[in-house]
DNA sequence: TGTACATCAGTGAACGCGCGTTCACTGATGTAC
DNA sequence: TGTACATCAGTGAACGCGCGTTCACTGATGTAC
């Protein structure tokens, strides 16, 4: 057992690249906290990990491969903390839950402004998403949809009459219930697309200062939007 | 009179510095649009005018004024579509006219989509907007701000019953009222401010891709959104 | 109207910077017999 | 267990690039008398 390398952990230099490619990450999502996305340089990052900037190069491809391990990053982590307050509110209304990931959002997105502005601001010029962020980029998504069935399911997100709808759209809808969101009318569909749309609106306007001067409080203001937002959900219009 | 300078385009001199400027700015604006702001290079934009890249310096003392005109200019561009659609939706219902204030935006985001990044997506790194970004930035707020003030003398928007606020974001809202929208109680003003996120938010969704391989038909979905949004800004809940 | 001087646009060279990426290399770690 | 070879992390130099900004200058345009 000493001798035979276990599969887990296997070698020393196993363990030294895992971490060293946690590392670089580490350093470098602190340098996009600090500079942004398009100031983040490789070789900025290899200097304060120590390394020569070619050195980078063993544990990421590219700069481009680098960031979308960012991307990655700050996609499951905005995604862990929706699911960690969905799981938090499970004894509460559909629309206070969602109300809770809503904050929750918002929450992660004023502690790591340049890791949301990453994925849900403008893209990085010339860099194009890969196919490996689609998974983590659902989970908030996910969690909403899953929200908006369990309301529906409990007699909380009530229907009311269908909005008039293009074919395309209808099917899209469809598309999208029976992939995440089994038995939710479109009318309720629609309604969380809309706050969907209104909390990252609400952030970017906060955020990327278009309510200076205008709001004070921006905790008590996002809080008041968004609970009649959620409450909007449960209604039948 | 022929030797006497007029006073408006007086000397040769003055109006090829006129010209000049614009042609920088509309060199700038191609660029802009064709690579993103991070990518604007004053370099880039001199080769292109026909200029030595010192040049500039007469007529822009650095490239953040170069971008802060340009950011004028597309809020200017924006404010005037909004606007358009303000006038030319005159008598029409005021959540259509909402509405056709909405699409006007979208519209020119869709049209000029770096442009639209630059003033509503993340900010630019390094760049602080100066004062006199102030103005041209509430052209298309107050347009919205002044339509809430037509519904509500009309009758068409209801006010409902007063949300509970905090102190704060009340005396905010009596602030904002005294500014520009006279007679609109906080529940309208709270309303529109929903909608005003919404429409940035599913612009954002749009442009940024978050609704690749969710909504076929843009047009259809954003349209459906909207409309329904509008209306909700009649409803006193 | 003509001349002397002041203003200003544009030039070209230079400074100093940082970037992403490649490549031949050294030396340490891991593996097969 | 010991040895020979293969793998791989990290080095250091280099390539080629573009950037923003400064500065002393030339020559054209404008102005005052």
Redesign the interface.
């Known amino acids: 057992m000493a001798t035979t390398t276990p599969n887990a952990s296997r070698t020393a230099r196993d363990r030294a690249r895992r971490e060293l490619t946690e590392e670089i990450k580490r350093v470098a999502r602190r340098h996009l906290a600090e500079?942004?996305s398009?100031?983040l340089s490789l070789r900025a990052v290899a200097r304060e990990v120590g390394m020569v900037s070619s050195a980078v190069y063993r544990y990421f491809p590219s700069r481009d491969d680098l960031l979308t391990a960012l991307i990655i990053d700050a996609y499951d982590a905005v995604g862990e903390r929706a699911e960690a307050a969905e799981s938090a509110s499970r004894d509460r209304g559909a629309d206070a839950r969602w109300l809770s990931v809503c904050e929750a959002v918002r929450a992660w997105a004023l502690a790591n402004p340049h890791e949301y502005?990453l994925i849900?601001?403008?893209?990085v010029?010339?860099y194009a998403?890969p196919e490996a962020t689609?998974g983590p980029?659902s989970r908030v998504p996910l969690v909403l949809l899953r929200l908006l069935g369990d309301g529906v399911a409990s007699g909380e997100f009530v229907a009311g009459k269908t909005?008039?709808?293009?074919r395309?759209?209808r099917?899209?809808f469809a598309?999208?219930r029976r992939t995440a969101a089994p038995a939710v009318p479109d009318a309720v569909l629609?309604?969380g697309?809309?706050v969907?749309?209104?909390?990252?609106?609400?952030i970017?306007?906060e955020m990327?200062?278009?309510l200076h001067?205008?709001?004070?409080?921006y905790d008590?203001?996002f809080t008041?939007?968004m609970?009649?937002?959620c409450?909007?959900l449960t209604?039948g219009?």
């Open positions: 500079h942004g398009a100031a502005a849900f601001g403008s893209p010029p010339g998403a689609i980029a909005p008039a709808m293009s395309t759209t099917s899209d598309q999208l629609s309604r697309l809309s969907w749309a209104q909390l990252l609106g609400g970017n306007l990327f200062g278009h001067n205008v709001i004070r409080d008590a203001f008041l939007q609970r009649r937002a409450e909007f209604q219009v």
